[in-house]
């Protein structure tokens, strides 16, 4: 079944216990991206990745880094995570940039 | 700067009630256009595009929307909506050969279908 499949789902943590978000497709997609979404303010862009070792900045990177050494794997990692980092983020993969994004099934993080 | 607005915040319909929700976007260039459907608790799917041709698109679930170029306008419509239609709509824009900023999502909108 063609997926994009976030570890963990749910996470609390305390701020600046450094974390890591896992994203894996198994669609051998190019275009991989995060998003947080926060209510009335929709989903933003984190970090976008057209290719292997190929990443940029989205709307909103600050506190975030990603890295991308294999296609199907895109983690999201949180240095040192504040409570303001407290959102719902998705990863979503494309086969290529512009076309259809397929998401991820969200990971709910609380930073205390 | 880009941006997706969408009309409204929250819609409250009563079963077999005609929908239309609004989407408008701010990049005057070429754009592919989307709306994503998120039902409580689960990710975005999504509901249909538009890329080029036939300005009126059909998608799953009896939804179908409306692209207007002079208004720069990519509406929403489903002729009776169900209790199950309960979810947040996004409607998101994407440059047609852009090579930096991919989905630009906007706000939501939560439609609430009473049985």
């Known amino acids: 079944e063609a997926q994009v499949t976030q570890n963990p789902r749910y996470l609390i943590t305390v701020t600046g216990k450094k974390l890591t978000v896992t994203c894996s497709q198994n669609m051998n997609h190019e275009y991989m991206s995060w998003y947080r979404q926060d209510p009335g303010l929709g989903l933003r862009q984190i970090y976008y990745?057209?290719?292997?070792?190929?990443?940029d900045k989205g709307d909103v990177p600050e506190g975030y880094k990603v890295s991308r050494k294999e296609k199907r794997n895109f983690p999201l990692i949180l240095e040192s995570p504040s409570p303001n980092q407290t959102s719902l983020y998705f990863c979503?993969?494309?086969?290529?940039?512009?076309?259809?994004?397929?998401f991820g099934q969200g990971t709910r993080l609380t930073v205390v | 700067a880009q941006s997706v607005s969408q009309h409204n915040h929250h819609v409250i319909l009563s079963e077999a009630a005609s929908l239309e929700l609004g989407c408008n976007y701010s990049?005057?260039?070429?754009?592919?256009l989307f709306w994503y459907v998120q039902y409580p608790g689960q990710h975005l799917q999504l509901l249909l595009k538009?890329?080029?041709?036939?300005?009126l698109v059909k998608g799953i679930k009896g939804f179908e929307a409306e692209f207007i170029k002079s208004k720069f306008s990519f509406n929403l419509r489903k002729p009776s909506v169900q209790w199950s239609d309960t979810a947040e709509y996004f409607c998101?824009?994407?440059?047609?050969?852009?090579?930096?900023?991919?989905?630009?999502f906007g706000p939501g909108t939560r439609l609430s279908v009473l049985p």
């Open positions: 979503a993969s494309s086969v290529e940039l512009n076309t259809e994004a397929f």
């Open positions: 990745s057209m290719n292997v070792e190929v990443t």
């Open positions: 998101a824009v994407t440059r047609g050969n852009n090579y930096g900023q991919n989905f630009v």
């Open positions: 538009y890329f080029s041709g036939d300005p």
């Open positions: 990049y005057g260039g070429t754009v592919n």
